[in-house]
């Protein structure tokens, strides 16, 4: 079992920057891919990013990239997010999830532990 706490959401205004934290418990979170997703009301979730077990590969979903940078620091069991250039469009709940594999790291339904999700805010 993995257990996530995500953290650092808020309320901000367009073009301003947050970080979001992914803090893992329970098995070694070196072994595991990490994701970021998010869902605004109404909407399916959506893929964000993702980072490998070792950080070395990062992914990002064509809405953020250039604007949100994910990694990770497996000494502190963390992972992070972070949001630059934020936009209204931004505005949802951000979870973060866990799972072994890294193949179809966009499919949500692949991931086997989530975290309670944070909230983001964008005002324009």
């Known amino acids: 079992q993995v257990h996530l706490v995500e953290s650092g959401g808020g309320l901000v205004q367009a073009g301003d920057s947050l970080r979001l934290s992914c803090v893992a418990s329970g098995q070694p979170f070196f072994r595991y891919t990490v994701g970021w997703f998010r869902q605004a009301p109404g909407k399916e979730r959506e893929f964000v990013s993702a980072?490998?077990?070792?950080?070395?590969?990062?992914y990002y979903g064509d809405s953020v990239k250039g604007r949100f940078t994910i990694s990770r620091d497996n000494t502190k069991n963390t992972v992070f997010l972070q949001m630059n250039s934020l936009k209204p469009e931004d505005t949802a709940v951000y979870f973060c999830?866990?799972?072994?594999?890294?193949?179809?790291?966009?499919?949500?339904?692949?991931?086997?532990?989530w975290g309670q999700g944070t909230q983001v805010t964008v005002s324009s």
């Open positions: 980072v490998s077990w070792s950080g070395g590969s990062t």
């Open positions: 999830a866990a799972r072994v594999a890294l193949i179809n790291y966009t499919d949500s339904h692949l991931y086997d532990y």
